[in-house]
């Protein structure tokens, strides 16, 4: 075997590999061995299939398979032998030849790779202290007031209306629309419930006023409304925060349309609220609601300042990227088939993603971050318990909670998650303590649009 590596630039290389008769034979004779004696063919009797019967029937399809074992542990070899830091992973590069696999006449086989590599590139832009703004928000009594309304509409009786008013719960159907600005088949779709006051403008409003159960309405969801992308992707469209953009267009068919009585501040609402008990006068809930209006409002400030960072990084990071070879990648390793034109509306956020993937593997590299197999299960079993106590199961034996985090740790996408979740957290505390920060007060709604 000869494997030849011919790096065209800093981001794009060809890997060359002659796969010569003595590293495929033996294994595809071991196969034709194994199918021979397995093999149920009229005729003859099992075991005692002639070769050449055999080799007919099955040597190509065997030794595409071999060929295929053999070229794989080779190129992830060469790679880990050459420290090669590569994107995504090797595919057939464009000029390589059909293969004859006639096993009765193969000798050596030549195939050529393109690989995408990681540039060099550098994260300066975090180590000169740069100033972000670190909003805050005063939960003063008329603020809290508009809370409590939201609460007291949220909880309220609804009824059925015929047309959308101003204070209306809309339950829509969410319709991916293509370019075309029409529905496609496989197109993803959700059901949810909407109000007027989650859009991000007043004026957006009129698209709906008046409307009624049948009629739609096409808009960009997350461009539309005031929450965040993430918040938007799984409370409206139903999909992970990444798979749309704010330029994707969704149609959203009335279904269902309520007006709300109030509910009434009493006892029955702190206990809906709070559970049973822990609130019992106004002046406790006023206290509660600001104590986790507050949290929520911090935790959503830093997410923020932090989000400032990443576009910081992100704008003054020159990483590049092998486009060409990227958006062949991108058609060769989607499980369903896909357009170029898809590829060329899609690459734009791959690329960005794709982009930070690398920024935040060179920064825990140079910063020496890590995740260890250890804080993976601790965070696994702090999340569990946590999750058994909102069950009403917090006495739940340290026996039992080892068995379901050993299970938890089994399952390689959970995993994942709560590798990158811990990364995320280490990353985000050095960030803070890079930046400088300047605290400035807006109202709650500047907060959240």
């Known amino acids: 075997m000869n494997i030849v590596l011919d790096k065209k630039s800093e981001n794009f290389a060809q890997l060359s590999l002659r796969i010569d008769h003595e590293d495929y034979a033996p294994q595809v004779e071991k196969e034709i061995d194994k199918y021979r004696k397995q093999a149920s063919i009229k005729g003859f009797r099992q075991g005692k299939v002639p070769r050449s019967v055999i080799i007919n029937m099955t040597g190509e399809r065997l030794l595409a398979d071999v060929l295929n074992d053999v070229l794989s542990s080779a190129i992830n070899n060469y790679i880990e032998e050459e420290a090669l830091e590569v994107i995504g992973y090797p595919i057939p590069a464009e000029t390589q030849q059909a293969l004859d696999l006639n096993y009765k006449k193969a000798g050596s086989f030549d195939f050529e790779y393109d690989l995408g590599l990681v540039p060099s590139f550098e994260v300066g832009f975090i180590e000169k202290n740069p100033k972000v703004v670190r909003e805050s928000v005063d939960m003063d009594e008329a603020t809290l007031d508009e809370e409590i309304l939201k609460l007291r509409k949220r909880h309220g009786r609804p009824s059925e209306v015929e047309a959308i008013g101003k204070d209306s719960v809309i339950n829509v159907k969410v319709e991916e629309l293509g370019p075309d600005k029409l529905p496609f088949e496989g197109s993803h779709s959700n059901e949810t419930s909407i109000t007027l006051d989650m859009l991000a403008k007043e004026r957006y409003a009129k698209k709906f006023i008046g409307k009624k159960v049948g009629d739609f309405i096409d808009l960009e969801i997350l461009g539309y409304f005031k929450d965040n992308a993430e918040a938007l992707s799984r409370h409206v469209i139903g999909a992970e925060p990444d798979r749309f953009t704010a330029k994707d267009l969704f149609r959203l068919h009335i279904t269902k349309i309520q007006d709300v009585e109030l509910a009434e501040v009493d006892q029955a609402f702190y206990d809906a609220l709070f559970g049973p008990g822990t609130v019992s006068d106004d002046a406790a809930f006023r206290e509660k609601l600001t104590e986790i209006y507050s949290k929520q409002i911090e935790e959503q400030a830093d997410k923020k300042m932090i989000g400032q960072v990443i576009e910081g990084i992100l704008d003054k990071t020159k990483v590049d990227l092998p486009e060409a070879f990227l958006k062949r990648w991108i058609m060769k390793s989607n499980e369903k088939p896909i357009t170029a034109e898809e590829v060329e509306k899609d690459y734009p956020e791959f690329s960005k993603r794709l982009k930070w993937s690398l920024i935040v593997n060179r920064i825990g590299k140079d910063q020496n971050i890590k995740v260890e197999p250890e804080e993976i299960k601790e965070h696994t079993e702090k999340q569990l318990r946590a999750q058994m106590a909102s069950y009403g199961l917090a006495d739940l034996g340290d026996e039992q909670v ?40 807006v109202t709650l709604e500047q907060f959240t649009s």
């Open 402 to 441: 080892a068995q379901y985090v050993m299970s938890m740790l089994q399952q390689k996408e959970h995993v994942e998650k709560t590798r990158d979740a811990i990364m995320e957290e280490k990353l985000n505390s050095f960030f803070k303590s890079k930046v400088r920060v300047k605290d400035k007060k």
